[in-house]
């Protein structure tokens, strides 16, 4: 039996319309995101686990979760 490809979700910002208040940067478990030069957020593909906290506190509303393989 093969195993199935997993799938693991990763947060994502629409750079263009972060308006860069670190919501998700003090409430990310992990220190994924961080705010770049005051304009927007980036996350750390590397270290985000895709646990949604990011994409609930946004005001916002330009961070998603997206799937991506494991």
Do not use: F, H, W, Y
Request: with cysteine; glycine share 8%.
């Amino acid at each position: 039996m093969e195993k199935a490809n997993k799938k693991k979700r990763r947060a994502s910002v629409m750079e263009g319309a972060c308006v860069a208040c670190g919501c998700c940067v003090k409430v990310c478990p992990l220190s994924a995101i961080q705010v770049v030069k005051g304009i927007t957020a980036r996350v750390d593909p590397g270290r985000c686990v895709g646990c949604g906290k990011c994409v609930r506190e946004c005001p916002a509303s330009v961070i998603n979760l997206q799937e991506v393989r494991a």
